[in-house]
């Protein structure tokens, strides 16, 4: 399996290749490998959501994360650790509609924002007032990688000044099309088709410059952008289109992070997006040839990336 088979790689100057999955240390213990906090679920009924960020746990963790923490509503917490015994979780305080407290959350959140090495916010979160304060707070206190995906970008897209907010740890957007157009419109950037194969660069693109963070544009060619640099995704993945599958991107992402970013091997958060991408590629690749393009489940995929890992290692080894 080489990663060439699901990526190819552009930017201003030419084309440059994905960069390699670092060796795993064989001396390393689950404090080696960082801990990836995910913070999502809504229990605001009639709403009750919680596959999403027990997916992005899942994945970080078949991804090799040490450890993966997950901040859910109070009412959920039982139920993540039943869904992802591997997982510790954190009960978000909550009102009696079910809504985020925020400043209680902030209280429990902040010890461990302090501990851990990446984080990611949004998947299943839901939607309001609550929710966008949590977001935006985080925004001014994380300080190691922080992916945003799902309803924690629809919350930045209510809040326009956020890029103003963001900390020096780094941010990842990971918006499908209809996500950016809300993020663009938001923050007065140029009416750029997202779907249109031809501008899907240009559309990220403006993102990252504009908030000053990494992008990944999901869909047919994913596109990664720094804003200078340019990255895509060869073709797309039918077997891809499930519920969840951009959770467990999510979680690929912000487990490579914890792993890699700013630690003895220094991939940079474009790096380590972009090999997210392509690790989620041929994790699908590799179970679509056994079973077609119709029928994934999320956590089959996600139980496909750990081969695909000492694929990815293998090769760099025998070069």
């Known amino acids: 399996m080489s990663i060439d088979d699901a990526v190819d790689g552009e930017c201003a100057e030419g084309t440059e290749r994905c960069a390699n999955l670092p060796a795993r240390d064989p001396k390393g213990h689950k404090g080696t490998f960082g801990t990836v906090l995910v913070i999502g679920g809504c229990v605001r009924l009639p709403r009750v959501m919680l596959g999403g960020p027990v997916i992005a746990a899942r994945a970080a963790l078949r991804t ?7 901040a859910v509503p109070e009412p959920l917490a039982t139920a993540a650790l039943a869904a992802l015994h591997s997982a510790t979780a954190l009960a978000l305080p909550v009102d009696d509609a079910g809504s985020l407290k925020p400043s209680e959350c902030a209280e429990l959140l902040d010890p461990v924002l302090d501990r851990v ?8 979160l839901g939607e309001g007032f609550a929710v966008e304060q949590v977001v935006v707070r985080l925004l001014n206190h994380v300080r190691t990688p922080m992916i945003i995906d799902a309803d924690g970008l629809n919350a ?3 809040l326009p000044d956020f890029p103003r907010d ?25 009416d750029i088709d997202p779907t249109d194969p031809t501008r899907r660069g240009d559309a990220a693109d403006a993102l990252a410059r504009r908030v000053g963070c990494v992008v990944v ?3 047919d060619r994913t596109v ?11 073709a797309g993945n039918a ?9 467990a991107l999510a979680g690929v992402i912000g487990s490579l992070a914890a792993q890699f970013s700013g630690r003895s091997h220094h991939l940079s958060l474009f790096d380590c997006a972009r090999l997210g ?24 995929l996600c139980d496909e990336i750990p081969a695909v890992l000492a694929a990815l290692r293998e090769e760099n080894s025998d070069r």
């Open 64 to 70: 090799g994360c040490g450890l993966a923490e997950l």
């Open 117 to 124: 090495q990446s984080v990611i916010i949004g998947p299943a």
């Open 156 to 158: 930045l897209a209510r």
């Open 166 to 190: 963001i900390q020096d740890g780094g941010v990842i957007l990971t918006p499908h099309p209809g996500e950016y157009r809300r993020l663009a419109q938001s923050l007065g950037l140029d």
């Open 217 to 219: 544009l999901k869909g």
């Open 224 to 234: 990664v952008s720094d804003g200078i640099h340019r990255w895509s995704a060869r």
């Open 239 to 247: 077997a891809l289109a499930t519920g969840g599958s951009g959770d």
């Open 277 to 300: 991408v392509a690790i989620h590629g041929l994790a699908a690749q590799s179970w679509r040839r056994r079973a077609g393009d119709a029928g994934l489940l999320v956590d089959e």
